[in-house]
């Protein structure tokens, strides 16, 4: 791990932090938030699972919808990290989406 962290373009280090944050089961926290939530995921989302299970970007924003109960979703094209991969669209959803918030 160190060893690929090392090499910029290595994503060990990032893929380290993700499994094991991801790796929990927030499900139950998630449903407590009652702002609007809006869900965002890239059309091309890669799963990192504990179980080697893969997981479609439709299926992981139904996940995420069934658990926060004042949400929205979107899915806009990229991967991951959508500010950066998709600046213009993410930015036009998210500006679509806050005037619905009271």
């Keep these: 791990m160190e060893k690929g962290a090392k090499n910029s373009q290595s994503q060990y280090a990032v893929f380290s932090f993700l499994a094991g944050f991801w790796r ?23 799963t990192i699972s504990k179980t080697n299970k893969t997981e479609t970007p439709e ?15 979107n899915q806009i094209s990229g991967r991951n990290v959508l500010p950066y991969e998709s600046t213009r669209e993410f930015v036009q959803v998210v500006s679509e989406f806050l005037p619905t918030i009271n």
């Design 59 to 73: 299926q992981r924003m139904k996940t995420y919808l069934k658990y926060l109960p004042q949400a929205k979703g």
């Design 24 to 46: 929990q089961d927030f499900s139950q926290a998630i449903a407590q938030i009652y702002q609007p939530t809006l869900v965002l995921v890239g059309s091309q989302a890669s």
